[in-house]
């Protein structure tokens, strides 16, 4: 368990905040456990700022692929925040930001499970929410705990048609690529379908798979590669 | 469906909202049905922007509940929030806006059904997040959305807990209310705990049931509307 000084140092050096409303950061990394009341006798624990965070969180996020994918429909962009912030994600993260060494729990050799991790993760942002409003909350989120913990790569990774991606960056570039898609009679069925695509009268990928869609996006996902396209946001 | 100008107006006059960014407005109101599509090729409608509205909306209610009812507890905040925005909630709000009266909808007397009115609902929020950023958006959703809709009476027939709202009070006030509740041996088991609160020296509720807890928040419901205490933000 921290002194309060320590605890105020802690939140500056490692995870270089600087409070306004002291009390809502104390509030944030008091775990249940200390038994601690309000005033009037409530109880004093950071699951309401958890409550709060974890919804501050999911609009964030919910903005951040909003605008990162812009034709993304609402059911992928709905997949996409699910895998970000997934519970063993936020575990990952909250653990990485060593927040448990500065919280206060009755007795730090209880084992709480991975989940207290993830649980101070939300209630810091609920707490950050609270001292600094939306948009402080949001560039800290992205800046400290996404871009450092969901890398380019990794949502690069979770594009959701790479044909789609590669069909936009043609029409953009005003340089369309072509996908020539056949059936393959008579052979194997689990590789009936091979792509070709074609990009300034070359071939530079072919794949082959099950089904149409498939071969299509697997020689996709070889063009994009090639083509050293990334889907950043604009 | 309205003309552009017509939609405008609409928007102004109806809805009290002065668009900046007038394209996001119009893709909040854009029906799937219509099938429009942007200049790359993919679908252009409400569903992105309900998708960021339905997590911006949560946000907002969940900041609202977190200051409304500062002692209740995680557990609570959360069904609290369910309640106010469930479904059917929502799609009676946006019935009453009219929303449906200026979408844009490839057949007005298609069935879609209840939910289109809350979906246009959770765009419109959506809309708003992106044209005017968190803060505006909550002024206008608490304003025009859920003060009107859910009025505080509602909210106060929500409360957790009788008991503890009448304690808290006590407390501020530095008069305290005390509770004094009694199993009715031999009587109807039905009925079997009474409950009397007082309050400087007299008897101001009391109440019977079948269990301490429930004996306790009936005559403490009492008490509260006897005393005109009402759980407002501070």
Chains 1, 2 share one sequence.
Not at 96 to 111: C, G, P, Q, R, V
Not at 137 to 161: A, G, H, Q, W
């Amino acid at each position: 368990m921290e002194t309060s000084g320590n605890f105020f140092v802690a939140l500056q050096q490692k995870l270089k905040i600087k409070p306004q409303n002291k009390r809502v950061y104390k509030e944030a990394f008091t775990h249940s456990s200390v038994n601690q009341k309000t005033a009037a006798g409530y109880p004093l624990n950071f699951e309401r700022l958890e409550y709060l965070g974890d919804a501050i969180l999911n609009s964030i996020i919910a903005e951040f692929l909003y605008h990162y994918f812009p034709n993304a429909k609402e059911g992928s962009l709905t997949k996409l925040r699910a895998k970000i912030v997934s519970r063993s994600k936020l575990n990952e993260i909250g653990k990485e930001l060593e927040l448990y060494s500065i919280a206060e729990i009755s007795n730090h050799h209880n084992a709480f499970g991975d989940n207290i991790h993830g649980n101070l993760l939300e209630s810091l942002i609920g707490a950050l929410f609270i001292d600094k409003g939306y948009d402080k909350t949001k560039r800290y989120v992205m800046d400290t705990i996404i871009m450092p913990f969901i890398p380019i790569e990794s949502l690069d990774s979770l594009i959701l048609s790479y044909k789609a991606l590669l069909i936009e960056w043609g029409q953009k570039n005003k340089t369309p690529v072509a996908f020539e898609t056949n059936q393959d009679k008579g052979l194997d069925p689990n590789v009936n379908y091979s792509c070709q695509i074609h990009y300034q009268k070359k071939c530079i990928a072919k794949a082959k798979s099950s089904s149409k869609k498939k071969a299509e996006e697997k020689a996709a996902k070889i063009a994009v590669r090639a083509l050293k396209i990334n889907p950043k946001v604009e």
